[in-house]
T-cell receptor, first 113, second 110 residues
Framework: NAGVMQNPRHLVRRRGQEARLRCSPM?????VYWYRQLPEEGLKFMVY????????ESGMPKERFSAEFPKEGPSILRIQQVVRGDSAAYFC???????????FGDGTRLSIL | SQQGEEDPQALSIQEGENATMNCSYK?????LQWYRQNSGRGLVHLIL?????REKHSGRLRVTLDTSKKSSSLLITASRAADTASYFC??????????FGQGTELSVKP
């Protein structure tokens, strides 16, 4: 039973480019959460999605960031026009029907040149 | 701002010793969870304690929760070098969104 799969593991972008981070939840899990971890810090919640719905996006920056979890396929976190401050590790977690605990992927480490 | 604060920020012990980490939080919670993160990896769920529980055990782990003080502690007994990692507490206030503390970096020396 595969865990939460995130890809790519490492992503390098130049300022102004777009970054797309993918997350495939565990089998049977219909709830996905995205978190961001800056160096030497804990994780900060970004967004909580169910299939085709955004449940809570209170942690998402208002501009340049968007997330989706379509009926088919992985959840996508999209960052447009990246800036140096977007450099971080982005983690995805999933849970069955929104119940704890959340299971985490190994993250995507985004570096902005 | 982050919900939780953890202390100590870093802890270095010898194998076989016990390690205690503390977590404080600010608002009402449904449950509190502890996670471990090895360098460069994702978080691994260790244990969950609900707001109506005071203590919970899982193997070498013991978690306590004091809702009147809004604090929790994680005790790892008979530590091993493989326990070296960062440990985070996370609170779940209303189903879904987890709020993490800053973490404790534990180093267990063989």
């Amino acid at each position: 039973n595969a865990g939460v799969m995130q890809n790519p593991r490492h992503l390098v972008r130049r300022r102004g480019q777009e970054a797309r981070l993918r997350c495939s939840p565990m089998k049977g899990h219909s709830h996905v959460y995205w978190y961001r971890q800056l160096p030497e810090e804990g994780l900060k919640f970004m967004v909580y999605l169910q299939k085709e719905n955004i449940i809570d996006e209170s942690g998402m920056p208002k501009e340049r960031f968007s997330a989706e979890f379509p009926k088919e396929g992985p959840s996508i976190l999209r960052i447009q026009q990246v800036v140096r401050g977007d450099s971080a590790a982005y983690f995805c977690a999933s849970s069955p029907q929104g119940r704890e605990p959340q299971h985490f992927g190994d993250g995507t480490r985004l570096s902005i040149l | 701002s982050q919900q939780g604060e953890e202390d100590p920020q870093a802890l270095s012990i010898q194998e076989g010793e016990n390690a205690t980490m503390n977590c404080s939080y600010k608002t009402s919670i449904n449950n509190l969870q502890w996670y471990r993160q090895n360098s460069g990896r994702g978080l691994v769920h260790l244990i969950l304690i609900r707001s109506n529980e005071r203590e919970k055990h899982s193997g070498r782990l013991r978690v306590t929760l004091d809702t009147s003080k809004k604090s929790s502690s994680l005790l790892i007994t008979a530590s091993r070098a493989a326990d070296t990692a960062s440990y985070f507490c996370a609170t779940d206030a209303r189903g879904g969104k987890l709020i993490f503390g800053q973490g404790t970096e534990l180093s267990v020396k063989p």
